[in-house]
């Protein structure tokens, strides 16, 4: 069994994924636990109002984000959306994708990916 208590785990940017996306990572493809065998991260991400995880590709790896709290716009391809707290959205591998917060409070969302 594996437990992280979330408010423990050091909020970090990535690189490729802009300087105003707070990252809280759970696990990523090389750190994750042992019996997992397809998924390939887990993190949290927090943006303040203006922020976003830049637009990114992955190459193998799907990904869903789900919104906790807040709201923005959602980009896959050249597709946008507006979503909020309660919404789940879909990445498909070797799309371009990004989350953007247009809102005045902040947004956290939870990404959970698996390998194609």
Not at 78 to 99: I, Q, S
């Amino acid at each position: 069994m594996i437990i992280k208590h979330i408010p423990q785990i050091e909020k970090t940017v990535l690189g490729a994924h802009g300087k105003t996306a707070l990252y809280q990572v759970f696990w990523q493809d090389e750190e994750k636990p042992k019996p997992m065998k397809s998924f390939t991260n887990f993190a949290k991400i927090t943006l303040r109002p203006g922020g976003t995880n830049t637009l990114h590709t992955h190459s193998d790896i799907e990904q869903v984000y789900i919104v906790l709290r807040g709201n923005g716009t959602v980009q896959v391809g050249e597709e946008k959306a507006d979503v909020r707290a309660g919404d789940a959205v879909f990445l498909p591998a070797n799309m371009c994708h990004g989350f953007f917060n247009t809102g005045d409070k902040t947004t956290v969302i939870v990404l959970i990916g698996t390998r194609t």
